[in-house]
């Protein structure tokens, strides 16, 4: 079997280091890993397959023979490094939003467009957390019935704003001032009705990268509105979401199509209350599906509540699957 040198910049980070545990955990084929932050975190070690590795300060020249870089230390820092990472000749997947919607870079869901990742020049970019796991549900129920609007709302965990998020809510449940403030209001006891800034149409950055991004994944237009809300959750994402289908459906239909999905699990008995939580996908890399009943406002309609771990599947596990299947197909 070959082994890749891999680069996980950011490492320090809590999906830098996630991305680390999930290499481990599925048996990625690593020879070398190199782990890179910021000069503040250089010097620390990371943990990897029972070894400690000293993180190295984040430069221009560490990619030389580096075959995967897994970015996650921001936006800026992954437009000043990726081309480089991808100039010395690594592949860089790359969690920010820097290059999520450049023409000539795939924006890769492996459940989803899974022929994208070949098409890269050097970079692919993953998507949003909160887009992932929706697009992970809407591509099979899409290709069996056809989707003609979607209508999602978001139920955020803080950990969607890194280690911070998570900090201010312990810090405010513990009844401190937290040190540094994340979001624009308390977030503890509280839901916040805004992720990321607010453009001058009066939708969220999140918002617009829903919309943007499932469209550029799916490969086709979908009318798709949402409305994105923060609440006092550590981890997982929950999406309540209503779908208007073009073809005739029912709720058994739906949900033969989704226990047949790749990266699906459907938990779904109202009976016994058995439904996805957060605490549910905790931990865990699939996507979690349930609720599913009929819109009684429409012929053709669908509810339906979807849950997923945020920093996995909604980041670092879904970058890993990602680099799988370029090894895969390279070995």
């Known amino acids: 079997m070959k082994l890749w040198n891999v680069a996980v910049v950011g490492a320090t980070g809590l999906v830098g280091r996630t991305m680390i545990r999930v290499l481990e955990e599925r ?154 403030k994340k979001f624009p209001h308390q977030i503890a006891y509280n839901a916040i009705p805004q992720v990321d800034v607010f453009h001058d149409d009066g939708y969220s950055k999140e918002e617009h990268k829903m919309i943007d991004e499932t469209t550029k994944i799916m490969g086709r237009k979908i009318e798709l509105t949402a409305t994105c809300v923060r609440i006092p959750v550590i981890g997982g994402h929950g999406e309540a979401v209503n779908i208007e289908f073009r073809k005739p459906s029912s709720p058994k239909a739906v949900r033969r199509v989704l226990e047949k999905a790749p990266g699906i699990i459907v938990a779904d008995n109202p009976a016994t209350s058995e439904y996805p939580m957060p605490i549910t996908a905790d931990g865990n890399d699939f996507v979690f599906v349930g609720r599913i009943r009929k819109d009684n406002t429409r012929k053709n309609g669908i509810n339906l509540w979807i849950v997923a771990d945020n920093v996995r599947k909604g980041a670092a596990t879904n970058a890993v699957q990602i680099a799988e299947a370029l090894t895969t197909v390279t070995d």
């Open 27 to 180: 048996n990625f084929p690593v020879g070398r890993l190199l782990p890179l932050a910021s000069e503040r975190s250089a010097g620390s070690n990371i943990v990897f397959r029972g070894e400690p590795i000293t993180v190295q300060r984040l430069s221009a020249g560490q990619f030389q023979g580096v075959d995967i870089a897994l970015f996650s230390a921001g936006a800026s820092v992954s437009r000043e490094f990726g081309p480089i990472a991808a100039k010395a000749g690594a592949v860089v997947i790359d969690n920010s939003s820097a290059f999520r919607m450049t023409k000539n870079v795939p924006l890769v869901v492996p459940e989803v467009n899974p022929k994208e990742i070949f098409r890269h020049r050097g970079i692919i970019a993953n998507p949003n957390c909160s887009t992932i796991q929706l697009v992970v549900v809407l591509k099979p129920l899409h290709d069996r019935f056809g989707i003609k609007r979607v209508v999602v709302s978001t139920y955020q965990a803080v950990t969607g704003a890194g280690q911070k998020g998570a900090l201010q809510l312990e810090e405010e449940l513990a009844q401190r001032t937290p040190v540094q």
